[in-house]
């Protein structure tokens, strides 16, 4: 049997993060998925893509009923909230409230930790090298799905 390639590596990291919390323990879970639709919808946003449920369902790669449980559980605890854009009545899109960003300010510092202790040891040079990939890969995988 051949070792495995970068593909592989990045697909068993990709499996690893997303089993994290377990389904045993509820309330890790929720978090977890408060924090991704949010974060889902600030992504959106920053790329001027307006954050519709049918969008969010693309970012984060589940069916529009899930995306739409997922935006209403979001809108309840605070962190979204859902309005017809100006230039269209029709369709309604989700923005980040102040409490969806504190939220995700915290989130984004637990990543940071759980990075630093994941690449402890790393030299200075590594790290920026390992972020400016993984940078890459994220902007080259947003290219493939335009």
Known sequence: MS???PGQALFAFVRHWSRRAS????EVAEQGRLVLVTEAV???TQRGIPATV???AHEIGIDQSGASR???SATAAGYLTMRAPETDG???QATVTPSGHTMLEQAHDWQEQVFDRLAEGWSERQRREFH???KDLVDRSYALDA
């Open 3 to 5: 070792s495995s390639g």
């Open 23 to 26: 389904a045993s323990d509820h």
């Open 42 to 44: 600030h992504s959106l």
């Open 54 to 56: 049918n969008a969010v």
């Open 70 to 72: 997922l935006v209403k």
């Open 90 to 92: 029709r369709r309604r």
């Open 132 to 134: 400016q990939a993984m």
